[in-house]
């Protein structure tokens, strides 16, 4: 039988029906789409409420913070480098760009990001009038109502609303807020530069406030040199104008909010960053406020943690003796479900804004062994290559003595400057022939250097991060990696021993337990425990961290009770000290350095507390953590 094909008249009168139906269509929704009456209320946002784990409050933030200004009080080259930025052709566009809507709509369809191609009349209509959600039919009406609104006002008026409305970060809306939030001073007093900043932040703040990390400020750098240029291109600055602009206009550092004293600025922010990073609500939303936010964190345990370092704390003399300055330290208590319970971030929020219980700086020292030896027991070791990889048990024995040659399966381990590399003990002690259990019990370097050598770096790297750890904090893998050159924080060592607690089950540390928005539960993700070690191997770990504590290099631990275990800590060059520990389903990680203010190095901590003579470290994080746990 003939297979029907249409003819050409068919096949174009089939596409003028379709484009009728659409443009039919589209005039009916433009018809019925008006300008609404009211703005959204910026001037009703709520302040975001923090809860203590027990339901009490804990801390309230994020009032919104707006304030109206006239456009003639807007320097006119602070206007174009806002228009360089989000919309050069808003002076002679109809107030909406149709390519961009076309790729925003495709992109919708095909299930892509819609952001990008607005006009900044279109950018108003969303902020003032609609919400965020990336549907068609939302971007539809932002078109139909950009067409109208443009039509109604002058170009100027709508400018000046979108600079009154936008969102600029730091729970700030508007370009005069701005101007004070970042630079301390009226919008009438920016200069290009000044202002060729906050354009960038137009783009995302989140992603472009320097005070954020050093990502944002590379950034925010690059995006204020496109925007000087994009001006110089379109005739709205001169060439010599943007020569004098060679040094980025650094803003001024975020205030911090009064109520977030002590320990609560750390918590606040570690549940915030939590948000962040596991829901949908963005940093601009999330600014808005009207959130209610369910933490983790116990009040009590919080309360004892800070009395614990606050008491240790009290033994240092910095007035009097130079090696008790510039100690920093970091802790944080997690169970083996994954809820973070407490956190020392420091002294106070609102005097250092750092939370030293999630930095990432400190070298772990011998904390770090439990995970080599883990690796070891799971994996097999390689002596010979090309050859199977050999099980280990916790009686295997090594060798324990000084000044041993670390060896690889190809022989001698050479540094770059062709010497042998030779592993050495605290102290200078030899311990002959140990087994595996009492190397990580006892500290015994030497013997744990050439187990990460034979399990492979590699390896020992990876069930650092199984149980818990974070790559990006691992480092180089130098045969000195498995005496703790990685610098996790406070947070991940606890969550990764708390792993070892629980049987080799593990779960991500989370500090938001459920998050709330005018009543209605808001989606946050919360990890999902998986078992990430065989039994056994936790077992045998869990088994030489209770040895640590009843013969070991922790027996002052013993003063916490009966099933206590962890690790003490020290890095080789004596810059930093921990213990990591936990009894029944807490763990709690202690850290300590001292810090150079101006270089931000690590500084020996020989000395520290008033010793008489240099030391492999500092007892000060185990005395912490028994103080904790004991309630002292």
């Keep these: 039988m003939a297979r029907w094909v249409p003819s050409w008249r068919q096949t174009l009168g089939l596409f003028g029906c379709c484009v009728t139906v659409i443009t039919g269509i589209l005039v009916v929704m433009y018809i019925r789409t008006g300008i609404p009456a009211d703005l959204n209320s910026f001037a009703t946002q709520q ?108 170009k100027d008026e709508i400018l000046e609303r979108y600079l009154n409305t936008s969102w600029y970060g730091r729970g700030t809306y508007g370009i005069q807020r701005a101007a004070h939030a970042y630079y301390g001073k009226d919008v009438s007093q920016l200069n290009a530069s000044e202002g060729a900043f906050l354009a960038a932040l137009l783009k995302g703040a989140a992603m472009y406030d320097p005070a954020l990390g050093p990502r944002n ?54 549940a915030r960053a939590y948000v962040s990073a596991h829901s949908d609500v963005s940093p601009k939303d999330f600014d808005r406020g009207g959130y209610q936010i369910r933490t983790t964190f116990d009040r009590r345990r919080t309360q004892a943690l800070t009395k614990a370092v606050t008491s240790v704390r ?54 770090f062994t439990p995970f080599v030896y883990a690796a070891a027991l799971h994996e097999g070791v390689q002596r010979e290559r090309d050859k199977p990889r050999t099980p280990v048990t916790p009686g295997t024995l090594y060798n324990g003595d000084d000044r041993i040659s670390l060896l690889t399966p190809e022989g001698p381990y050479w540094d770059r400057s062709g010497k042998i590399v030779k592993a050495s003990n605290d102290g200078g002690k030899s311990w002959g022939k140990v087994t595996l259990k009492d190397a990580v019990a006892k500290s015994v370097n030497t013997a744990m250097m050439q187990l990460g050598m034979d399990v492979g770096l590699d390896k020992a790297g990876e069930m650092g991060v199984r149980t818990g750890l974070l790559e990006d904090s691992l480092g180089d893998k130098l045969p000195s990696f498995s005496l703790g050159t990685a610098t996790p924080s406070a947070i991940r060592m606890a969550d990764a021993y708390a792993t070892f607690a629980a049987g080799g089950r593990h ?64 890095a080789q060059d004596n810059t930093s000290a921990w213990f990591v520990g936990y009894r029944d389903r807490l763990s709690t990680a202690v850290s300590l350095a001292r810090i150079d203010p101006r270089s931000q190095e690590l500084q020996p901590l020989d000395g520290l507390g008033g010793a008489s003579r240099k030391q492999p470290g500092s007892g000060l994080p185990l005395d912490i953590w028994t103080r904790y746990m004991t309630g002292r």
Excluded: C
């Excluded at 819609?114 to 950018?123: C, D, K, R, Y």
């Excluded at 104008?241 to 600025?265: C, I, V």
């Design 47 to 154: 302040d975001n409420v923090y809860y203590w784990a027990d339901g009490t409050e804990m801390a309230r933030t994020g009032e919104v913070n707006r304030q109206d200004t006239p456009l003639d009080k807007v320097p006119e080259q602070v206007r174009w480098a806002a228009l360089a930025a989000e919309n050069e052709t808003f002076y002679s566009d109809s107030g909406v760009s149709p390519s961009g809507m076309v790729r925003a709509i495709g992109k919708m369809i095909t299930g892509g990001s819609t952001q990008g191609g607005s006009t900044i009349t279109q950018q108003y209509v969303k902020n003032a009038y609609l919400n965020q959600q990336q549907t068609i039919s939302r971007k539809l009406n932002e078109m139909f109502i950009a067409i109208k609104l443009d039509n109604k006002l002058s």
């Design 507 to 570: 779960s991500d540390p989370y500090s938001v337990s459920r998050l709330i928005r005018n009543g209605a539960d808001v989606p946050v993700e919360k990890p999902a425990a998986r078992q990430v070690l065989p039994r056994s191997v936790a077992g045998a770990v869990d088994d030489a961290l209770h040895e640590a504590v009843r013969r070991g290099t922790a027996t002052a631990a013993r003063a916490a009770g009966p099933g206590s275990a962890g690790k003490t800590g020290t």
């Design 217 to 270: 400020h590379e950034r925010a750098v690059e995006r204020w040199k496109w925007v000087l240029d994009r001006m110089v291109a379109g005739g709205r600055l001169s060439k010599e104008e943007r020569a004098r602009y060679t040094s980025f206009p650094e803003p001024k550092a975020p205030p911090r909010p009064a109520g977030l004293t002590g320990q609560t600025g750390y918590l606040v922010e570690t």
């Design 314 to 367: 009290a033994k240092l003399a910095p007035e009097r003796r130079a090696a008790d300055r510039n100690v920093r330290i970091g802790a944080a208590s997690v169970t083996t479900d994954g809820r973070i319970v407490a956190l020392y971030g420091g002294p106070d929020y609102l005097e250092q804004g750092f939370n030293d219980a999630n930095s990432s700086v400190v070298p772990a020292g011998s904390a």
